[in-house]
C-alpha cells in the first residue's frame, strides 16, 4: 500500500492524495491494522468487495487469502520438531493441525511438480 501511493498516481488520486502530497508509510498501516483487527478489516474489505459486484464494478476471477497470519520458518521447525518427538515420521498435510499454530496451514505447491529441494528437483528446474 505504502510502494502504491508513492508510485501510482491513480492510486494516490483514488485515495485523495494530491500530486505533492506526502503519503503515509508502512507503519501508518500497521498501526491501522492494530487498532481495528484483522476481523474488522476483514468484514470491510468484504463489505466494499460485496458492494463493489452488486454494481458490476467487479467480478470474482481470482480468491484471494488473506496472509495476516504469517508464521516463521523458525515456528515450523519447531512444529516439526515437536511432531518428530511425538513418533510421527515427518510434518506434513495429514498431521499438520495437531502441532501447527496456524489451524489451517497446509503444505504444498505451485504447479504439477513437486521440485521440492533434493538435487534431481533443482537439476529440472535449471
Excluded at 478489516?41 to 463489505?47: N, P
Aim: aromatic share 10%; with cysteine.
Amino acid at each position: 500500500m505504502e510502494e502504491a501511493l508513492q508510485d501510482n498516481i491513480a492510486f494516490r488520486w483514488f485515495c485523495g492524495f494530491e500530486l505533492n502530497d506526502k503519503t503515509p508509510d508502512h507503519t501508518y498501516f500497521c498501526r491501522i491494522r492494530k487498532i481495528l483487527g484483522v476481523e474488522k478489516i476483514s468484514q470491510i474489505f468484504q463489505s466494499i468487495n460485496s458492494r463493489a459486484e452488486k454494481q458490476g464494478i467487479l467480478k470474482k476471477v481470482f480468491v484471494f487469502i488473506d496472509a495476516s497470519k504469517i508464521i516463521t520458518k523458525q515456528t515450523t521447525w519447531e512444529e516439526r520438531d515437536k511432531a518428530l518427538k511425538n513418533g510421527e515420521e515427518k510434518l506434513n498435510n495429514d498431521n499438520v493441525k495437531k502441532y501447527s499454530a496456524d489451524d489451517e496451514a497446509r503444505f504444498g505447491c505451485n504447479g504439477k511438480k513437486n521440485f521440492g529441494l533434493d538435487i534431481k528437483g533443482m537439476k529440472q528446474l535449471i
